[in-house]
């Protein structure tokens, strides 16, 4: 019997995802460009279902019923385009060839189109969870044709974490739809961590409190509506003692954040699509400051910090964490309303006609974002499927309302501790730019109107608007 489903590329990820095929009982055929990978996976796992090995991509095809399902899980960028190149040629018209790697959405575009030129499917998918969870069920997002999806749904729905029965895993749109939303999800991670580091750090240095106490802290937090896996593995993080010699793991730990470039294309495509996303710019921002060893050098020691840190005695324990707990959670809330604001700004200008909802059920379980608070963001779509911003839903203002004076005071504190906290405070500021009824806007088009005649709109009148600057100051309409 000719197997259901190809997986090409075992590197950790490949090779997971083949196994979690195999055993939710799909006959898999494997491959990889050097076959020590295929051999190793079979010696070590062939017990595990039903594995087909193939030597080449002519002997991948050829052990594949028809349509056939192939899935791409090379390096991303140039290999995914070598396999591609390689495999086209053999495949029939209906065989549908999915990129699981992590590809720019803009090149899954590109390939989506040269192969539905020839006939063929392209199915651009996100995976999210890491090796675990290619493994025991990652989430999926994936784009392509709605017939593709109609043969690949029920195989990768099967495969895919579930919360509560249903699955982590929604066709998601056409072409590169289902990178976006991967690529989104990166950027979201980003800011989430970002902002963890940020109360951790204010915790640490307004409070003193040490990292096995801070551990105690975001344990608690994970009890309430924080309750997510990127705060229960930072209590894991801050309670770690350094193997080597004790003392706190994360205090011997290089202060150098590293990026493989998912978030910095997350702030790219946000720009191209005139949607501010301040949250995961900062995340990126601050992880690039991190690693600007030259400058830190130069600037630590040497430039000041506040005169006095007289306040920093005054301050009480309890309502200081729960006021860091706010700010946590409202920027939090405001960094998703951004990310969603670019999903649906992108789904509008593709095409792609997006169900906002369905993208937090997908991220609930099996990714990195996963959270008990997703299932709000669901309800708001659910309450208002043409929400506006996250942010004017029902949940997302009372949340906000309850916790924003504190949040304004953990702003405040930074300030005048002199602890960084970007992504508090410009999340804040975009709370803040986002609620205002006047923005000093109407400023930087005067200023435009005056160096670049770039002219103005009214409040008070319809049409285009320009003051003669260096003339008597007359208003002409064009
Ligand atoms: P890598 O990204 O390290 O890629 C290694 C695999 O790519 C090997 O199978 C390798 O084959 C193959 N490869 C590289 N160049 C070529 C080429 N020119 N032609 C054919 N095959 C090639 O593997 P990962 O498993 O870490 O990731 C796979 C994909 O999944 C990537 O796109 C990655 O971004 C994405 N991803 C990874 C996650 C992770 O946690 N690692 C999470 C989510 C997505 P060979 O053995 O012959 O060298």
Redesign the pocket.
């Known amino acids: 019997e000719k197997a259901e489903i190809a997986v090409t590329?075992?590197?950790?990820?490949?090779r997971n995802l083949a196994r979690n095929l195999a055993r939710n009982g799909f006959r898999v055929a494997v491959h990889?460009?050097?076959q020590?990978?295929t051999d190793a996976l079979i010696e070590e796992f062939g017990h595990e279902g039903d594995f087909t090995a193939a030597a080449d991509l002519p002997a991948l095809v050829e052990a594949l019923e028809t349509p056939r399902k192939i899935i791409i899980?090379?390096?991303?960028g140039?290999?995914?385009d070598?396999?591609i190149d390689e495999l086209v040629p053999l495949l029939d018209k209906g065989d549908i060839v999915i990129d699981?790697?992590?590809?720019h959405f803009l090149d899954t575009r590109r390939r989506e189109q040269a192969l539905s030129e020839k006939g063929l499917n392209f199915v651009g998918s996100g995976?999210?969870?890491?090796?675990e969870g290619?493994l025991n069920g990652p989430s999926i997002m994936p784009g392509g044709s709605k017939e593709a999806y109609d043969s690949l749904g029920p195989i990768l729905t099967k495969i895919s974490a579930h919360v509560n029965g249903e699955p982590c895993c929604v066709h998601v749109g056409p072409d590169g739809a289902g990178h976006f939303v991967k690529m989104l999800h990166n950027g979201i991670e980003y800011a989430d961590m970002q902002l963890i580091a940020e109360a951790y750090d204010l915790l640490r240095h307004v409070l003193d409190l040490s990292p096995a106490e801070l551990a105690g802290v975001f344990r608690e937090w994970n009890t309430g509506d924080l309750e997510s896996f990127l705060i229960e593995i930072t209590a894991d993080v801050l309670s770690q003692v350094d193997p080597t010699h004790g003392g706190p793991f994360v205090d011997v730990v290089l202060d150098q954040a590293e990026q493989k470039g998912t978030g910095r294309w997350t702030v790219q495509s946000a720009l191209d699509l005139g949607i501010p996303v301040s949250g995961m710019a900062e995340a990126v921002f601050a992880r690039s400051l991190s690693g600007d060893v030259v400058r830190r050098e130069a600037a630590a020691g040497v430039l000041p910090g506040p005169s006095s840190s007289s306040e920093k005695a005054d301050i009480d324990r309890d309502a200081f964490i729960e006021d860091v707990r706010h700010a946590l959670y409202s920027s939090k809330l405001v960094a998703y309303a951004q990310g969603f604001d670019a999903i649906r700004a992108a789904s509008e200008q593709y095409d792609w006609n997006v169900d906002l909802g369905a993208m937090a059920t997908i991220w609930r379980g099996g990714c990195i974002i996963r959270a008990r608070f997703l299932d709000r963001i669901k309800e708001a779509y659910d309450r208002n499927p043409q929400l506006p911003s996250l942010l004017v839903d029902e949940y997302f203002k009372d949340a906000i309302a309850n916790g924003q004076d504190a949040w304004r005071r953990v702003v405040a504190t930074a300030a005048t501790a002199g602890v960084p906290a970007p992504g508090f405070s410009a999340a804040l500021s975009y709370y803040d730019g986002l609620r205002a009824e006047r923005l000093p806007a109407a400023l930087i088009q005067g200023l435009r109107d005056l160096f670049g005649a770039h002219t103005y709109k009214r409040v008070d009148a319809e049409g285009t608007f320009h003051l003669e600057w260096s003339g008597d100051r007359s208003e002409t309409k064009s």
């Open positions: 590329g075992l590197a950790v990820m490949g990889n460009r050097s020590g990978r899980m090379v390096k991303a140039e290999p995914t070598a396999v699981a790697g992590n590809a995976v999210s969870g890491g090796e290619a």
